[in-house]
């Protein structure tokens, strides 16, 4: 039942072949047999009987709330969730219980979704790996697969060592981890540079990131509010779509959703292709992009002409400049949102108390990490005075350039851009640490991050298995506001590519429970 697709399990729990707090339960205890892959932070035990159970009472009324009813989800644990602890995986919030819920967590609550808890993060979101984060790094549930094991000749003893696991990506890792392990159906991650995607294609997942605008921030704690965006994890497209469906729309809360009412869709299975174009941006075949990327990138092309679409190759001139813009952007923006957090108003305090200054000095070096606090002083150096026009304001016309780029190739007709999603598949864990993260986070952000300075929506599906065993996604991007034509799409390359993740994620969760139950037996 849990390797199965959010509408099925929905359906199934309609016709009473399931309730929803057997659902839960298995949920719960299938969460705690993959507790070592530490995708949760918070696990809210609880809070999901209590509402599986409301579920039921609604199902034996005959009144389900909507498609969301009764199924387990997930949030990344930078959403605020009213009287459950909210961290950020940081020191600085450890402790910290929101008296609201953010606007997208309220949705799926409204429609009857059970929140089986928080999912662990680079702190404050910031990384690619998930592997900075106070509770301990996430790890990639294919690191427990036959095929990897099989390649590497790991077996389920050696499998636990540092060595041969994998990271899952971030820095929404946890939730990435959390719906390919099959412990929830769909999990909310967020996405500002590749937070979404990124993890999403390391563990075989589908992973959305709406246009800017179309999708809440109210209630996620900011990274660079010009670019966040809440993500959808997913097992398949339909799911995202559907999810989609319940979080979109304007809020009186966030000032910068759009106001236009929002149509909820359902994909179409038939997509007529000679009426379709898309574009291949030839700057995206970056430095140190595996070959057998690039390898199922063409196939993937060859498949969308082969069905009668156009494939043109296009340029986005401005690419090479993002890293550095978005590093310029991302920090100062950074450097302003975290000034709040000073020992007075939010999370840790400092016992020094020498002076105010001495306080807050020693507050935010006890709260931040390393990763954290050098955001912080290289915005504040980009926003002094004598630095603002030449560093700040220069990034904001680069991301106008290129913002350009995308709206110029609209423009000319395409429709979707096709691109990899991530430079490789999923690296080992040491191999990762080994490299300084904030160096590793930049290049792997290298595809995923030009839709959030363009604010486009973009979507990574689960395309194939890499030469080592572990899933390979490739990106859409489409333009603003047109998820109903991106994800259509994506959902017919989903279907033609037969990557079957669903039944992936079956043999997955049997792994992890073998994993485990090895674990148990060898300790024993
Ligand atoms: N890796 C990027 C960063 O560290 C993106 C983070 C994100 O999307 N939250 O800034």
């Not at 108003?345 to 000095?361: I, K, P, Q």
């Not at 973009?458 to 998820?483: D, H, K, N, W, Y």
């Not at 994506?490 to 079957?500: L, N, P, R, V």
């Amino acid at each position: 039942m849990l390797g199965t697709s959010l509408r099925e399990a929905a359906a199934a729990l309609r016709l009473g072949q399931v309730s929803a707090t057997e659902l839960c339960q298995k949920c719960l205890s299938f969460i705690k047999e993959s507790s070592f892959l530490n995708a949760y932070i918070t696990v809210t035990e609880e809070v999901a009987l209590k509402q599986a159970a409301e579920a039921d009472k609604r199902f034996s009324r005959g009144q389900p709330l909507g498609l969301l009813d009764g199924i387990p989800v997930a949030v990344k644990d930078n959403f605020s969730t009213c009287g459950i602890e909210t961290t950020c995986a940081s020191r600085m919030l450890k402790g910290y219980i929101p008296p609201y819920n953010a606007t997208v967590v309220q949705k799926l609550f409204d429609q009857g979704a059970v929140l089986m808890g928080k999912t662990n993060l680079d702190e404050f979101a910031m990384g690619s790996g998930s592997t900075d984060s106070i509770f301990g790094p996430v790890k990639n549930p294919w690191s427990y697969s036959k095929a990897y094991r099989e390649k590497r000749a790991v077996n389920h003893h050696n499998a636990e060592k540092e060595s041969d696991w994998l990271i899952t990506g971030g820095s929404s890792g946890g939730s990435a981890a959390a719906v390919s392990a099959g412990t929830c159906y769909v999990a909310l991650g967020s996405d500002t540079g590749g937070s979404t995607r990124n993890p999403a294609s390391h563990c075989g997942v589908v992973g959305l990131k709406p246009t800017y605008g179309l999708v809440s921030r109210h209630g996620l704690i900011p990274l660079v509010n010009s670019m966040d965006v809440p993500g959808i994890l997913s097992r398949c497209v339909d799911d995202a779509a559907a999810v989609l469906g319940v979080l979109a729309g304007h809020d009186p809360q966030d000032s910068t959703t759009i106001q236009d009412p929002f149509e909820p869709f359902k994909l179409p299975e038939k997509i007529s292709m000679n009426k379709l174009c898309i574009g291949i941006p030839k700057e995206y075949h970056a430095p140190g992009l595996s070959t057998e990327i690039v390898t199922l990138w063409s196939k993937a092309a060859d498949m969308f002409e082969n069905a009668g679409a156009k494939v043109v190759e296009v340029s986005l001139p401005h690419t090479p400049y993002s890293i550095v813009c978005y590093h310029v952007l991302c920090t100062s923006e950074v450097a302003s949102n975290m000034a709040r957090f000073d020992g007075l108003e939010y999370g840790h305090r400092s016992d020094v108390d020498d002076s105010t200054e001495a306080m807050y000095a020693a507050t935010r070096r006890e709260g931040f990490n390393e990763v954290v606090r050098g955001r912080i002083l290289s915005g504040n150096y980009f926003l002094l005075k004598q630095n603002y026009e030449e560093y700040f304001l220069k990034a904001q016309k680069v991301r106008r350039l290129i913002a350009d780029d995308f709206v110029k190739v609209f423009r000319a007709g395409v429709h979707v851009l096709l691109t990899p999603t991530t430079l490789t598949d999923a690296a080992p864990y040491l191999e990762f640490i080994q490299e300084d993260n904030r160096t590793r986070s930049a290049q792997e952000d290298v595809f995923t991050q030009c839709a959030n300075m363009a604010g486009l929506p973009a979507v990574t599906v689960p395309a194939s298995l890499s030469s080592r065993g572990l899933p390979l996604g490739l990106q859409f991007i489409g333009r603003a506001l047109c998820e109903q034509q991106l994800l259509t799409v994506a959902k017919w390359f989903e279907k033609q590519i037969g990557f079957s993740t669903l039944q992936f994620h079956r043999e997955i969760e049997n792994d992890c429970i073998a994993q485990q139950h090895n674990k148990s037996a060898s300790s024993l």
